[in-house]
């Protein structure tokens, strides 16, 4: 039997905006791929950023509506024997409702036999010793309660849909791995006089961020899955049950389980030293000088202290803990091949791959995706490069 060929790509944040570059490099993609197994492994789409108090159905039809091109390329890749398999990520944890592969089947106009080629999971997907998931689960700010919870928000989603999804400012997307004293600079570049108000939804998401964070993360009780559901999931993927827990407990701490680790990821305390020390200035230009350098010296202290535990909180760390958690992963289940996606930046290296981002390849020669070589006993990574037409 002849093995099919397959192709991983991730984190396409196909919403209706998407630029048509992107989707017509898909379609591409998909017809030069006739009869393979495509993976998306997470984020193909993003509603929440564009329309996240839409239904999903809707938002999902429209989104694939405003890309015909796309639409149709991955409509005929299915009528004509390919496969399309879609794990849930981050930005589309929608992917692992159970209904999501009618609502996708409908929304591409697919019908009868093809409709049992497109294949989702909310978690990971397993085929011999390849795994493969988008690997938020290892990410604080964007980990799940639970991997089998579909809407439970991380501090991830709670930002994009309070702070990008209202203001459009979708360039933030790829620069979250920065301070807020540069977001907040770059916003007067990208968004001139809308940069104001671009400032403040950031604030009005990050105090609801802290209001949603702590004791209040969990006051629904929404992350309690029981043995059944872990059992079903196991039973459907065809792992053993003991697979599945050993992952689940190998995934980050959310960081809204604590108001104190959200606290100091939204950069408060430099909010609050900033202002201080602002206050502090104030009263000494009005001549109160006690008060004044007070302030201001209570300011720089909590600014010192603040650095020397930092300068960038985020930067580089994404991309540092899915190659580790890979590593954990392959000796946990015994996989000899781990494919992620999420970080948007790609990565080779023995047993692990990551596919970068399709839709924002960064500096690489193309649009970046893996494929996979190799039976799944003995599975082989390469990382290729799309590259679009003139």
Do not use: C
């Not at 429209?62 to 879609?86: I, K, M, N, Q, V």
């Not at 020397?308 to 580790?324: F, I, K, P, W």
């Amino acid at each position: 039997m002849t093995q099919r060929r397959t192709v991983v790509l991730a984190d396409l944040h196909l919403v209706r905006q998407t630029p048509r570059d992107v989707t017509a490099d898909l379609a591409r993609f998909v017809e030069a791929h006739r009869g393979a197994r495509i993976v998306v492994a997470g984020d193909l789409f993003d509603l929440s950023s564009e329309s996240p108090w839409m239904p999903r159905p809707r938002a999902l039809r429209e989104a694939l509506l405003a890309h015909p091109t796309a639409r149709a390329a991955l409509a005929e890749h299915l009528d004509r024997g390919g496969e399309l398999w879609l794990a849930g990520g981050n930005h589309d944890a929608e992917v692992g409702a159970p209904d999501f592969p009618v609502a996708l089947a409908e929304a591409l106009e697919v019908t009868g036999e093809p409709r049992s080629r497109i294949r989702t999971t909310p978690w990971f997907f397993r085929e011999g010793a390849i795994h493969l998931e988008h690997g938020h689960l290892y990410d604080p700010d964007n980990a799940p309660a639970h991997p089998l919870v579909v809407g439970e928000r991380s501090l991830g989603v709670h930002f994009v849909e309070e702070f990008i999804a209202p203001t459009g400012a979708h360039r933030y997307l790829q620069a979250n791995d920065q301070t807020p004293l540069s977001l907040f600079l770059s916003a007067f570049t990208w968004y001139g006089p809308r940069a104001p108000y671009v400032i403040y939804r950031y604030f009005h998401a990050a105090l609801g961020a802290m209001l949603k964070s702590g004791p209040l993360y969990r006051a629904g009780g929404e992350a309690t899955v029981g043995a059944a559901a872990m059992e079903r999931f196991a039973h459907e993927l065809g792992v053993p049950r003991a697979m599945a827990d050993a992952l689940v407990g190998l995934g980050a701490t959310p960081t809204l389980e604590s108001a104190a680790r959200t606290f100091t990821r939204l950069y408060f305390d430099r909010v609050i030293a900033t202002l201080s020390m602002g206050a502090g200035i104030a009263a000494l230009g009005l001549g109160a000088r006690g008060t004044g350098a007070a302030a201001l010296g209570l300011g720089a202290l909590l600014m010192g202290a603040s650095w020397a535990s930092g300068h960038n909180r985020y930067a580089g760390t994404v991309a540092e803990r899915l190659a580790e958690s890979a590593g954990r992963v392959a000796r946990a289940t015994g996989a000899k091949l781990v494919v992620f996606g999420h970080t948007h930046r790609e990565a080779l290296g023995d047993g692990y791959a990551n596919t970068g981002s399709f839709s924002f390849p960064r500096a690489a020669p193309g649009r970046p995706y893996v494929e996979i070589e190799g039976p799944p006993e003995a599975p082989r990574a390469m990382t290729r490069f799309w590259r679009a037409v003139a």
